[in-house]
């Protein structure tokens, strides 16, 4: 079982920034493929980031087109946390932001997850 809870979260004006932090109880995180998902009202929930084992101390990680070079995930595996650091915000980037652990590529091209956080709001003002 894993646990997973976010901090972070709040109220910031467009072009400002913030960090995301989510902390997993559990054993094997270094090895779990992480993600960063966001549902914003009336939409359907998207991925966002995502952090992967590449073998050794190698990590993969990628993004929807909408964030990149503006977000960045990361991990510390010795505090088995991983963080999304948002700069440059804008109001569509409004929503509930889920960490998530065990995320893949299922048929149908959506991503899935086996374990979630509750989730944090993020709101951008214009």
């Known amino acids: 079982q894993v646990q997973l809870v976010e901090s972070g979260g709040g109220l910031v004006q467009a072009g400002g920034s913030l960090r995301l932090s989510c902390a997993a109880s559990?054993?094997?995180?270094?090895?779990?493929?992480m993600g960063w998902f966001r549902q914003a009202p009336g939409k359907e929930r998207e991925i966002v980031a995502r952090i992967s084992w590449n073998g050794g101390s190698t990590y993969y990680t990628d993004y929807i087109d909408s964030v990149k070079g503006r977000f960045t995930i990361s991990r510390d595996n010795a505090k088995n946390t991983v963080y999304l650091q948002m700069n440059s915000l804008k109001p569509e980037d409004t929503a509930v932001y889920y960490c998530?652990?065990?995320?893949?590529?299922?048929?149908?091209?959506?991503?899935?997850?086996?374990?979630w956080g509750q989730g944090t709001q993020v709101t951008v003002s214009s």
């Open positions: 998530a652990a065990n995320t893949r590529v299922v048929p149908g091209g959506r991503y899935e997850s086996d374990y």
């Open positions: 559990g054993r094997t995180f270094s090895s779990r493929t």
